[in-house]
């Protein structure tokens, strides 16, 4: 339970992952968003399996190639909001999201939740201390690992639920433009955040 309120605490904060599904669901409707939800969670397994593995560690020792991954993952992250300021979102006032084929989102939310170096350092950071070092740790981790999964992906859905109560919202399609450009101004100062930020 410590675990489950400590991990739902640091959702308070929104991270990249979060302001991604915010700004799908406000430019898109939630079924859009929705599409994210697969790659989000096996972004999110790899993530911490390879950081538990010792990839986190080697980040944390190395300058060089955490300023790479940084850099890829901010390249990344700035790259969706230009491209999400650039779209054009739809009727406010359209009830049904189904109305148009849904593209997947698959590959996009796995990148935004791979390509962080900080996430990948603070899993081996946080993670260890709610093991027991009496018992099997293996178990242990897997256990936390796949928690702090369905809490961020828990997370995922309230933004993208809150990304589509604003589109919903709002009552005419220049207000939705002007949302959905607040929506991809943070993605894009995410971006930034993350290619200016150190390793500790």
């Given amino acids: ?22 700004g799908i669901a406000l430019t898109d409707g939630l079924n859009k968003a929705f599409t994210a939800l697969p790659g989000l969670a096996l972004g999110l397994v790899v993530s911490i399996t390879i950081s538990l593995l010792g990839a986190g560690a080697v980040l944390l020792a190395s300058a060089q190639l955490f300023t790479v991954l940084k850099l890829a993952g901010a390249g990344y ?6 491209r999400l300021w650039m779209s054009k979102p739809g009727d406010p006032s359209a009830t049904n999201d ?49 928690t702090f ?17 604003l589109r919903r919202g709002a009552k005419s399609n220049k207000t939705l433009v002007i949302m959905n450009r607040c929506g991809a101004g943070a993605m894009v100062a995410s971006g930034v955040l993350t290619a200016s930020s150190a390793r500790n």
């Fill in 1 to 22: 339970m410590t675990f489950v309120l400590a991990s739902s605490a640091l959702m308070l904060v929104p991270g990249p992952a979060m302001l991604f599904m915010i």
């Fill in 77 to 82: 992250l700035i790259f969706l909001g230009v």
């Fill in 98 to 146: 189904d109305a148009k084929p849904q593209k997947s989102l698959f590959w996009p939310a796995f990148f935004v939740a791979v390509l962080n170096p900080k996430a990948l350092i603070f899993y081996i950071a946080f993670l260890p201390q709610f093991v027991d070092g009496t018992a099997a740790t293996l178990p242990q981790f897997t256990i936390l690992g796949a």
């Fill in 149 to 165: 999964c369905v809490v961020a992906l828990i997370a995922a859905i309230v933004s993208a639920f809150a990304g589509s109560g």
